[in-house]
């Protein structure tokens, strides 16, 4: 059975809807051109408005709470502090907790031979910074060898002139502070740990194939890059940033730990005695050893006080992108 509409039904206009511009749907019952309907629109700061004919307006809401436009919420705001604090707190937590930890190692007993593998990460950031700075004045970078009782040795060649020899002698010695100004950089904030920290893995595996010439130098590189490797990629971010912080503190201490090797005119090592880095200095350049030792370790406070100054700027603000 067909049902036929009535005369009424057909000529019946549709009810016009009148949708301002940058309004919602109220979703009120209210009078529209002389008729009650829920599709007219209430109008937010305009007072232009197209009538069109048909029903609801597609895409808008019609939530009986009523139209919410002009309102806004501070909830991001407070969520970026929040989360800029927690992270804030938790970078230097990590930090306290670092120095805590390497004051107990050096202090309870047995605590050295915990801490004997930290003394290897110093020697080995200072032979490295002996190779790159003699890449970067055009020398060549041999090898280096690493011995068991914390000492090594770095080949380099081809650093000519005095200026250029006195340079990779010193960025040995600054070497460490540096390196250790760079980590506290990275231990700020999670992500950055966590690719900083990948990146010296990865160096340090270049370094394992590249230069590394002696059986001790490669089985502690080697754990050393392969332990690196696991807490970036395997562990969380907060891991890589614990363990970047705890390497920082290693090697910002070694500075002050190890301090007498600024003073040493003769280095005794597993590989026999050489003249220290410091005479190496005095010897292309002019003033005695104590001289360069004493600049050195001002370099060298001045680089740890800059990382630390950056870690606690970076540390205060979330970082981008970071989500609860």
Partial sequence: MIAKKTRTEEERPPIPVMRPSGTVRCGALVECRGALTTDCLTCYGTTRADPVWGGPA???????????????????????????????NR?????????????????????GYVAYPLVLVS????????GLAATL????????????DGSGLASISGTNGRFAFAFVAGAGLVGPAVGGAALLVLASRPTLARVGLGVFALLSAVALIWVVRNMFGWFFVGLLAAGCSAAAWRGTAQIAQAVVAFLGVQLALSVFSRADYLFTEVATTGSGSHPSDVANMAEALWFPYWFWGGLCALVSVAALGSGYWVFLLLSRTAEPGHSA
């Fill in 137 to 148: 004045v055009g020398g060549q970078f041999h090898f280096l060898v690493i011995h068991a």
């Fill in 123 to 130: 020697t080995y950031v200072h032979e490295i910074a002996h």
């Fill in 58 to 88: 597609e895409g808008l809401d019609t939530g009986a709470s009523g139209p919410t436009i002009g309102s806004m919420s501070t909830g991001g705001s407070q969520s970026g502090e929040s989360i800029a604090h927690s992270d804030a």
């Fill in 91 to 111: 970078a230097r937590w990590f930090l306290l907790g670092s120095v805590l930890l390497t004051g107990a190692l050096y202090t309870v007993p047995y605590g």
